[in-house]
């Protein structure tokens, strides 16, 4: 076990259960039940300074397309719940293979105005690993120190008006990169955490 992976899973069993089951994400419809189970792979890259990966999705996609975003999709019948599906979802689209994660654990589930309960699950995983993004589905993909993804002062609350109503998001600066919505809030919300893990890398 790396040194890395026990801390974080030191930080998530002290944590557990803490600030309710999951994110609710203001305008989410009040019936969880009837959101679509999602999930997403959260890779930390063990290193002196620690990275996380992220993709960028294709520009073609019906969803969420250009966006930055965590390897992960719907939940099958098939996985083998949350876990399974973030494992299977980052080996479809950037083959990074399941054997090489060195899962944490989920944490609460984020829900989305966009029909989803998303949970996101922890992993750490070796330098060196080659990625492959599938095509049709990433455009890309790129680090960003833990570090930096932690600090608060780089969690902007931006505001939009959408259908004639505010809404708040989360916004994470970054070179080249717009981090926002879905993703920055799942970092957001994993922060404490993680911060907690790390503890003066953060």
Known sequence: MSSLADRLRRSFAATVGDDG?????????????????AAVLVPIIEASRPRVLLTVRHEALRAHAGQVAFPGGRVD????????????????????????????????PYATRSGYLITPVVGVIPEGIAFFPQQSEVSGVFEVPLDHLLEEANHLQRSVTFEGLPRQYYEIDWPDQRIWGVTAGLIVDLAPRLRAALGTLA
């Open 77 to 108: 019948p098939e996985d083998d719940g949350p876990v399974g599906a973030a494992l299977r979802e980052a080996w479809e689209e950037v083959r990074l293979p399941s054997e090489r994660v060195e899962v944490i654990g989920p944490a609460r």
């Open 21 to 37: 089951p999951f994110l609710r994400d203001a305008g989410t419809m009040d019936d969880i039940s009837r959101l679509a189970p």
